[in-house]
């Protein structure tokens, strides 16, 4: 088995206290952000950044699905981390400041891939779908936030 590694970044137009606590907010504006391969979404516990548990089932492509129960904790550098109890996929949300009204957000998600032909055809597509994936989160997330 191997790594497998989905990195996108996308500069959104709001200070980053506005951008990563929009981030956090797990209740209202995260279900507001999530494109239509989410479904099932629902906050277990807490809601507000670490410390919050949440469940959804996110169909990466009509045959991959993947029913995830997330735990977020903050990284050392007030990372969002999202650690899937049902897999070894991780999720990290990072938010730097890009100048006064814009803020670089990146999503680095990775887990242990499967051997053989099916991960190497894992570690050749999963990413770039799961991308395409964060990108539209960060586009709607930019929608709802922009400074305008």
Not at 52 to 74: G, I
Not at 83 to 94: E, F, G, K, L
């Amino acid at each position: 088995m191997a790594q497998v590694v989905a990195t996108t970044e996308r500069v959104v137009r709001a200070p980053a206290d506005v951008v990563r606590a929009a981030l956090a907010d797990y209740e209202v504006m995260r279900p507001k952000v999530l494109p239509e391969q989410f479904s099932e979404y629902r906050v277990d516990e807490g809601g507000q950044g670490a410390g919050t548990r949440a469940h959804w089932r996110l169909q990466a492509t009509s045959k991959r699905v993947r029913v995830q129960d997330v735990v977020v904790t903050e990284g050392p550098s007030g990372e969002l981390v999202e650690a899937d109890a049902n897999s070894s996929m991780v999720t990290t949300w990072s938010v730097h400041p890009a100048g006064a009204d814009a803020t670089t957000v990146r999503v680095r998600s990775e887990w242990q891939g499967a051997g053989g032909i099916g991960g190497f055809f894992e570690r050749t597509f999963a990413p770039k779908g799961l991308g395409r994936i964060h990108d539209a989160v960060l586009e709607r997330l930019d929608r709802e936030v922009a400074v305008r």
